[in-house]
């Protein structure tokens, strides 16, 4: 299917599908870490939010220490993210770029000073897997027939329907006007295919030839041939090919491409020329067009009696060219057997009745000096002829080329193109019988024949040769239907709909994760939006983007880790079940309820202040993980549910004042701890009662235990 999109909305899509995946690993380590018993599950998946180096350190630190289930899924994670850094690639993979056919209009190209003598001008090459059709517009499309292309912009040449004449076709071999043989009949009551057989190194004397009926499409003509030259002693068939349907046209076939046929000594077995498709079409005044393709290629065979094996080297089907067996059975009945070794010609020629396409195919033997046997020089030539009747112009090429409809002499040709198609040999991929590779397909060569002479006859009066006023050479016309292209993204529609499922089922379990009422916010948040949230249990106005501190560890003046040595978690408990928060109100940071505790409080100062355990900071209000076990001022049972406040001090007596440590006096920092005198349940330490009940004046707030 095909997406004309920009591409920016292909690369959001891309990235959408990658944001979906990454979230879809959160949401499996959210169901992991809610229905596993793994203690570790949380600490994996906040992990994350590290990155992927700081997951793999974790790993590297920790495989050793923790159980291998924790370490299976910890890597499981580190390799799911890390393929997600591949989903673009793999996306890209499965798109190709592609056009899509936008506006169209008709546009026109002239060339200027076009020298029509120019051979290469009118060549082009047709690959194996290519159309005829493709050859003939690619042609015509290039610069040097189209010098101003439009950039992003498709150029055909504009066909036209077509209608034919007839289909009745006569053949004639010729050597000059006085001998000429027809097939079937002399009367030409449709078209002709007119072959004239002359050749540089040879002569043949029709008197002296013999016409053999095969059977109603086929027939033979036998005729002895004399050597004109003997520095030129090998020459295959050069034919030329005429025409003809009231009007003759013409065209040669010989080219500087082929004058290597003439060689001064006998061939090596195979192809000697690559096969060539001769396109010609020719305009009359009346408007009448007759169109003819020749598609011929020459071949030589050291051997007669080898003939099956090299045309098994050239053609991969030999049977899809009708003339080939009636050949090798000639060979086999003495066709070409001569006591003094003299050269021999078999023309052989195939026209089915009421048919658009002749085939003719002529041997020559000659006496191989280096084999010392005769071989054999042969063409084989595919045809297609067309009459096409009168066809009305363009009103755009009318007006283009300011002609009348119609010129005073309707028989004249006012317009002919000749073409020249090189077929390229295909991929040897098949093998033929004799374990040989072919070189081409017959079935290729009878079908590039028909096309030729099919998208000639299509073009009308279109691709028309002139001459401006004033100008002395030819100048050539196109109007073509250009159609302007836009960028488009074609993907396989059952790889995009795989895409698109895949990605909405990990959206859907991703939302799932997401709903608080099964999966609060420990579950599938951040340790910083947990820690948030219990704080903003404890004060409603907590702003949800918190200041932060280093030293110490602190949100908004809430210290969230301990720092002294002596905070230890009970075994088979985790410290989350024992974390609290302590604000340390000091310096001017004091709260409204630290003003309503007892004067005997206010005048202590605060770095004479020394928590058991805690390390006290001179600075905005922080907040201490701490353990009940650790704190001196808490009784034994007062812990028993994780959500229970400190007792707070006693309004009825302040405590005494402590003395100060000796080395206060020398400005040592606070390091050491005060230890708490022992007590139980019902006593008292320095007149704070640890039975009363909680007071809104205390300084310790305990934070909610998220994991129960």
């Known amino acids: 299917m095909l997406f004309s999109l920009p591409f920016w909305v292909v690369s959001a899509f891309a990235n959408l599908v990658k944001l979906i995946l990454r979230l879809f690993i959160g949401a499996i380590l959210t169901f992991y870490v809610k229905y596993s018993q793994d203690e570790y599950a949380s600490s994996i998946r906040w992990s994350r939010t590290g990155g992927l180096l700081e997951m793999i350190q974790l790993f590297w630190h920790s495989y050793r220490l923790v159980p291998r289930k924790s370490s299976a899924v910890l890597a499981l994670a580190m390799v799911a993210g890390f393929s997600i850094m591949f989903v673009s690639s793999i996306l890209t993979v499965m798109v190709s770029r592609a056009d899509i056919e936008g506006s169209s209009a008709a546009a026109r190209a002239f060339t200027k000073q076009l020298i029509s003598a120019d051979p290469s001008f009118w060549n082009v090459y047709l690959s194996a897997e290519s159309t005829m059709e493709e050859a003939l517009t690619a042609m015509l499309n290039d610069t040097r027939r189209n010098p101003n292309p439009r950039p992003k912009t498709r150029y055909t040449p504009r066909t036209y329907a077509y209608e034919a004449g007839c289909d009745e076709s006569t053949a004639a071999i010729t050597k000059d006007d006085n001998a000429t043989f027809f097939f079937p009949s002399t009367s030409v009551n449709c078209k002709a295919y007119i072959l004239g057989l002359y050749n540089r190194a040879y002569d043949w004397e029709p008197k002296t030839a013999s016409v053999r009926t095969i059977d109603s499409s086929t027939f033979m003509v036998v005729t002895p041939v004399v050597n004109l030259d003997k520095h030129q002693t090998s020459e295959a068939i050069e034919p030329l090919f005429t025409a003809f349907e009231g009007k003759l046209c013409f065209r040669l076939t010989s080219s500087p491409e082929r004058l290597d046929a003439l060689t001064e000594n006998f061939p090596e077995d195979g192809i000697i020329t690559l096969p060539s498709t001769l396109a010609t079409k020719c305009q009359y005044g009346s408007d009448r067009s007759l169109v003819s393709s020749v598609t011929y290629f020459q071949f030589a065979i050291g051997h007669m009696q080898d003939f099956d094996k090299v045309t098994a080297t050239i053609l991969d089907d030999p049977t899809s ?195 608080p009422k099964y999966f609060p916010t420990v579950y599938n948040s951040s340790l910083y939006k947990v820690v948030y ?145 022992p007590h139980d349940a019902t006593s008292t330490t320095h007149g704070v009662d640890q039975t009363s009940a909680p007071s809104t004046h205390g300084g310790l707030t305990m934070i909610q235990n998220p994991f129960v």
Request: aromatic share 8%; hydrophobic share 40%.
């Open 321 to 515: 060219l009708p003339l080939l067996e009636p050949m090798y059975t000639a060979i086999s009945d003495g066709a070409f057997s001569s006591p003094t070794n003299n050269s021999t010609m078999v023309m052989l020629t195939k026209i089915p009745f009421a048919a658009s396409d002749v085939d003719f195919f002529g041997c020559i033997s000659i006496y191989s000096k280096e084999q010392k046997n005769m071989g054999l020089l042969c063409t084989y030539m595919l045809t297609s002829i067309i009459n096409v009747r009168p066809q009305a112009r363009d009103p755009t090429i009318a007006a283009d080329l300011k002609r009348e409809p119609v010129p005073h002499n309707i028989s004249d040709v006012t317009n002919q193109i000749e073409f020249t198609i090189f077929h390229l040999p295909q991929v040897p991929e098949l093998k033929s019988s004799q374990g040989t590779t072919p070189l081409f397909s017959a079935a290729h060569l009878v079908k590039a024949t028909t096309d030729a002479s099919r998208y000639l006859a299509s073009l009308g009066h279109n691709v028309n040769m002139y001459k401006d006023s004033g100008s002395i050479a030819d100048q050539l016309y196109i109007l073509y239907d250009a159609v302007e292209l836009k960028d488009a993204y074609e993907v396989s529609t059952t790889a995009f709909a795989v895409v698109c499922a895949v990605t909405g089922l990990c959206g859907l379990a991703w939302a799932f994760s997401e709903y």
């Open 533 to 677: 949230k219990e704080l903003k249990s404890k004060d409603e106005s907590m702003p949800m983007l918190m200041r932060y501190t280093h030293d110490p560890l602190a949100f908004d003046g809430n210290q969230v880790a301990d720092t002294d040595d002596q905070l230890n978690v009970a075994p088979g408990k985790s410290s989350e079940d024992h974390l609290f928060m302590v604000p340390l109100l000091l310096g001017n940071n004091v709260s409204k309820q630290q003003e309503q505790q007892p004067q005997m409080l206010e005048e202590i100062p605060a770095q004479s202040l020394h928590l058991n355990t805690r390390r006290i900071i001179a600075s905005t209000p922080t907040m201490i993980f701490a353990t009940p076990a650790t704190t001196a001022t808490a009784t034994s049972t007062s812990w028993q549910s994780p959500t229970t406040q400190l007792q707070s001090l006693g309004s009825s007596a302040p405590p005494p004042i402590p003395a100060r440590p000796s080395w206060f006096a020398h400005g040592t920092s606070l390091t050491s701890s005060v230890q708490a005198p």
